[in-house]
């Protein structure tokens, strides 16, 4: 699968990179949610993994950009943040992520997650 990775902590960027990878899949990375939209818009991934709370963009907002660009219909959004309330985790559902893994991410299970939510 090809999949983009948005954080603004670079230590977890680097860490679902190469877990990621190690897994067989294509990955982009990318430090903010304003970089990342056009990235995701010219690359088409699978799946877009996305911190919930960054600076410019959030995770949120970048879920509803996504989300409003139909040729992008395909793409999975799956939110990752150290939020675990029930409260983020709607918001997340309501603009448009159909997954949530929260921090801090399990090494030994985040490439099955993902492709589990991603299968969905």
Do not use: F
Not at 6 to 19: A, G, K, S, W, Y
Not at 20 to 43: F, V, W
Not at 67 to 87: E, F, G, H, Q, W
């Amino acid at each position: 699968m090809k999949i983009t990775i948005i954080d603004d902590d670079p230590d977890i960027i680097e860490v679902m990179r190469v877990l990621l990878a190690e897994a067989g899949h294509e990955i982009n990375t990318y430090p903010a949610g304003a970089n990342a939209l056009s990235g995701i818009r010219r690359k088409r991934p699978d799946v877009v993994l996305t911190d919930l709370m960054m600076a410019e963009m959030d995770g949120l907002e970048l879920c509803r950009e996504v989300r409003a660009d139909v040729s992008l219909n395909n793409t999975k959004l799956i939110v990752i943040s150290a939020r675990t309330d029930v409260y983020w985790k709607k918001r997340a559902t309501d603009a448009g992520a159909m997954g949530y893994i929260e921090k801090p991410i399990d090494p030994a299970t985040i490439a099955r997650d993902v492709e589990q939510m991603a299968a969905l």
